[in-house]
């Protein structure tokens, strides 16, 4: 079988990241196309590549007949409109997070790939692929734990770009708490509740940071997650559900433990989300080459995920404002044929 023809769209820190992963890591797979805005950075890529050409238009390069998927690496509102072209051609889509920037266009995807009647897209909530957390849903799916009650999250981060503000905290960071709680207790999230402590002065003026968000699932779980990005200290993120007959935790940076002179104990916590997620980034995207060779297209989150963790935003965002609990409006999935 021949290997698998990507097109990687946008070429900055992620793009290059799977480019690079594509080149040393996956089988059966290769980059055939790279296209980004600014078309210089795109044409050296490309040079590097054996059998890569850049294409500078974005809807040009997923309609090329040397692509067979689609990895997009864009930022978030060039999305509807890549993943709609995708869908248009028939071409598999490893789209990274987020689906959308809304719920309207996020759903409108939904509904366009239900249409179809196949699956095509798939959404990069790479926490899934990490060994950690896959542990941890086997063991909540053994039962042997029990029913899960509760869940504590921290999600920290060293810094933040100087452009982020309050409502990324919870659209780009606290997201993967969303899909993380969804795929652990594999239900939806109906209500959030963001709220507001004093704010880290180290912090840029007028950034909330950190943020106490509240969950509560359909079943009456409770999740709370602290994010906090301006901690100077490290990557961290940490997870412990309880359960009816016990408890289970992650995220401990548990590695080497090192004794050293003059007195020190203690390991390393990963620098940034590129370590301590190095592995499922891997993963990830093997299994999802795998599964566009094997003629099913999507191993792992689809349209529907990154749908209902728009909706989920969307209510944190407005509790950001509020501080009051929030419903997480959202349509019912049998409601769409085929999604
Ligand atoms: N899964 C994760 O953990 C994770 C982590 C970081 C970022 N992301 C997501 O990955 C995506 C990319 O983020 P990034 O940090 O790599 O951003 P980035 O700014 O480093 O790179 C984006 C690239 O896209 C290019 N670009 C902009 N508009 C374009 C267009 N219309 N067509 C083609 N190229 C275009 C830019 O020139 C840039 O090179 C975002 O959706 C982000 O949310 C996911």
Redesign the pocket.
């Known amino acids: 079988m021949s290997d698998l023809r990507i097109a990687v ?9 799977h480019i690079a992963r594509i080149g040393s890591k996956i089988a059966g797979a290769r980059v055939s196309v790279v ?4 078309t210089e ?1 795109a044409e050296q890529l490309a040079a590097t590549i054996p059998g890569c050409r850049a294409i500078s238009d ?1 809807l040009d390069a997923i309609a090329d007949p040397d692509v067979d998927a689609v990895i ?8 509807e409109k ?1 993943l709609l072209a995708c869908l248009e051609h028939g071409k598999p889509v490893m789209c ?3 689906l959308t920037t809304d719920v309207a266009t996020s759903l409108e995807v939904v509904k366009r790939e239900a249409e179809l009647g196949k699956r095509l897209i798939q959404v ?3 926490r899934r692929f990490d060994v950690e957390y896959a542990a941890l849903k086997a063991l909540l799916d053994d039962g042997d734990l029990g029913r899960p009650l509760v869940m504590h999250c921290a999600h920290r981060n060293p810094t933040v770009p100087p452009h982020f503000d309050s409502s990324m905290i919870v659209k ?1 960071s606290l997201v ?1 708490e969303v899909d993380v709680t969804r795929f652990l207790f594999d239900e939806e999230i109906t209500s959030v509740q963001m709220v507001r402590p004093a704010a880290n002065p180290a912090a840029p003026e007028g950034l909330q940071d950190p943020q106490i968000a509240i969950f509560h699932t359909a079943t009456g779980k409770h999740v709370d997650v602290e994010v906090f990005v301006t901690t100077g200290v490290a990557y961290e993120v940490r997870t412990e559900v309880v359960a009816e007959l016990g408890s289970a935790m992650i995220g401990l940076d548990v590695g080497l433990l090192r004794k050293s002179a003059p007195g020190h104990w203690g390991g390393q916590i990963t620098p940034s ?1 590129k370590e301590r ?1 190095g592995q499922a ?1 891997d993963t990830e995207i093997q299994r999802w080459v795998d599964a566009v060779r094997a003629g099913t297209n999507v191993d792992g989150p689809g349209a529907w995920d990154g749908y209902a963790a728009a909706a989920v935003c969307a209510a944190g965002v407005e509790s950001l404002e509020t501080g009051q609990p929030v419903t997480v409006e959202m349509v019912s999935r049998d409601s769409i044929k085929g999604a």
């Not at 769209?9 to 990241?17: F, I, K, P, S, T």
């Not at 997009?72 to 999305?79: I, R």
Request: charged share 15%; glycine share 14%.
């Open positions: 769209l946008g070429v900055g820190m992620m793009g290059a990241d296209n980004d805005y600014v950075k974005p997009l690496a864009t930022p978030g509102t060039t999305h890549q990274e997070k987020p990069g909530f790479m780009d993967h989300f997620f980034y």
